[in-house]
């Protein structure tokens, strides 16, 4: 397979472009890594183009060791690229920047590594032929090699993906997070991603191998094609052509059939002029939740009052693109512990270590994410009703008689994640990173200029619009809080900071130094007033931050409900236009998402096989 910074003067057509491949870090990379190596594998004579915005990850550090994935969000990264916002008044003006990856495999390749599937209900709730859980089942456990707990015929054993513990826990904080919810009623289950258990906790199994390295899907579906990962030799497959470090900028029509796509050098790596290949027998579009629309947008398909200020010429009125955008709603809270240095990530986070060492000794903590639990969590009936009747009614609506669904998932970090602030004491840290699944609130990404991918574009999160979203994380705040004062040789008070800013004279106000190893049995609930629970309400304001969740803005829904995308992932209206990644998702998911995006890819490739005649995946 070639791998090109520039494609070559004599590959003026193909039969598939795959565009966009990771211009969105919410998993745009990662389904279409996915879709082109599987239409490779179905027919040798197929010709496939994958257009890739950032860069090969091949023998890149950063990516391939796990600890290191933090180094993704530097500002002179590389690998990602930031979507900015305007002010938003109900989350205090701020403007909110939600990363987005700049790399070949896309988020995959700089993500936490989480290995959770979404539920039975979010299959099914998306409503669409083909793509109901029992349907996805098989594409599930075609992507991965499993090795964890559960029943094997739900979990894949010869996959491309693996999914294991890796090879370094810090188990002490493991185990305590594990004993105080089972006694705050959240007991261990043996397998959180059945699709069907739910309100409880697990020991993580992650995208890393046993060997802990980390499994993207450009390692794991794109580079075996290669003999030597970004070498540019063929291994097998010559009709698999990877294009790195450009842009599509719009997609090419005859009439309503996208026949080719236009590209160009991406400016942080190159200056190319734009460029077109045609398209002989389909054009996917996977550049994520941000670059899919916007990509559409500029090809002129979307909402004609969009296009038209935008001086787009319309090809197709198809108002649902760009809407419906979606993310998990992220707070994180942390405390001081008497971890040692060897149980968290905050020597090497903070710069304490030698990195290069590390990775000359190939040191085991390398493997690991600092992510050892995952959960998913429902409220009690009195917990719902003391969040208000307006509150309530909702969740009777939506999530009592639904027990498939989580009201939140939180995945406990041992670090403090981020760089040491000036008043930060040097020490082990333990944080609690939570979100809420299936946010009320929806925001939108358009696009204001014709031509110019990188120009500012027209986004908002609406985080919390909708006052109910403030109120799950009122219960999220408290129900963390409770856990971790049970976790005994952990817990050694809250970082102020990273806390909403009680009353000093209130039961619920900051411990700032709790004596360690105090047993479980003298810990009691703190009684939180309303004036307590404004506080709480002001602060997740204040602070809430994405999830790199995005999803939702080509959604697979009929076009008089929204929607952009047929249930065989065509656009409505247009021929030969396909969509594979996270932005066709309708309804949202508990799940980190980076699993929901490779079934999606897995699904999408049988898809397109089967409509190109070259039989079932």
Sequence with gaps: ?????????????????????????????????????????????????????????????????????????????????????????????????????????????????QYTRAQRHDWDSWEAEGWSADEMVPFLRKLETYQGPGKAELHGDNGPIFVSEGNYVAKRPQDEFIKAAAQLGYPEHV??????????????????????????????????????????ESGGYPNLHVLVQSQVVRVLFEGQKAVGVEYRGNPKFQNTPIRSVRAEKMVILSAGTFGTPLILERSGVGDQAILEAAQVAVVAHIPGVGRNYQDHHLMMYTYKTTLKPDETADAIIAGRVDVGALLQSNASILGWNAQDITCKLRPSDAEVAALGSEFQAAYERDFKHHENKPLAMMAPASAFPGPPTPDMEPGQYYTVTAFTVYPYSRGHVHIKSSSDPNAPVDFATDFLSDPLDVKKHVWVYKKQREIVRRMPSVYRGELPGTHPPFAADSGAALILDYEPNTPTEAVKDIVYTPEDDAVIEQWVRDKVGTTWHSLGTCAMAPLERGGVVDAKLGVHGLRNLKVADL??????????????????????ADIFIRELGLGAS
Excluded at 201 to 222: K, L, M, P
């Design 583 to 604: 932005s066709i998702a309708p309804e949202n998911v508990a799940a980190n998402t980076a699993n929901t995006a490779m079934a999606i890819g897995e699904r999408a």
């Design 191 to 232: 397998d959180l991603q059945d699709l069907d258990s739910n309100n409880g906790v697990q020991r993580a199994r992650r995208f890393v191998s046993a060997e802990g390295v980390r499994s993207d899907t450009a390692r794991a579906y794109i580079h075996p094609k290669m003999k030597h990962g970004g070498s540019g």
């Design 1 to 113: 397979m070639p791998l090109y910074t520039q494609l070559p003067d004599e590959i003026k057509k193909v039969d598939v472009v795959v565009a966009g491949a990771s211009s969105n870090l919410p998993k745009g990379g990662t389904a279409g890594c996915i879709v082109a190596a599987r239409l490779a594998e179905a027919d040798p004579a197929l010709a496939v183009l994958v257009v890739e915005g950032g860069r090969d990850n091949a023998d890149d550090p950063s990516v391939a060791h796990p600890l290191l994935f933090m180094s993704h969000l530097a500002p002179a990264s590389d690998t990602t690229r930031l979507y900015t916002g305007g002010a938003e008044p109900q989350i205090g003006d701020r403007r909110l920047a939600v990363p987005a990856g700049g790399i070949l495999g896309g988020g995959s390749s700089v993500n936490m590594m």
